[in-house]
């Protein structure tokens, strides 16, 4: 991860809240932030850097995230332990959203989170 990357996870956190508060789904902002620095964080670090991605999509039950990176290796989950000090990304991902998964190609990680139902 280059020194300029090391500034795109807390960009990133920001343009999430702007589109998140103007989607009006404030009360997603803080796991959408967690499992999008959890992604980028990775593509930048395992997937090339350069050549990256992000979309989000909210279909009115769930809000989506893919973040696409050039690198064709699956990213996988890692048994962690209290003494690791990397990959615990994916696992926070799996904890905290109600789907997730990896391309055919491994180049893109998607996940959805659960939206809170609205009052009516």
Request: charged share 20%; aromatic share 4%; net charge negative.
């Amino acid at each position: 991860m280059g020194a300029a990357d090391l500034h795109r996870p807390a960009q990133l956190r920001r343009m999430n809240r702007a589109l998140l508060k103007h989607w009006d789904l404030s009360p997603c902002i803080d796991d959408a932030e967690l499992v999008l620095t959890e992604l980028a964080t990775n593509a930048f670090q395992h997937g090339g850097g350069d050549d990256i991605t992000i979309t989000w999509c909210a279909d009115g039950a769930h809000l989506t995230i893919q973040v696409k990176d050039s690198s064709p290796v699956r990213p996988a989950l890692q048994a962690v332990d209290e003494a690791s000090e990397h990959g615990r990304g994916l696992c926070i991902v799996e904890a905290l959203a109600a789907s997730w998964g990896i391309s055919e190609d491994g180049t893109t990680v998607h996940c959805a989170l659960a939206l809170p139902e609205r009052a009516a």
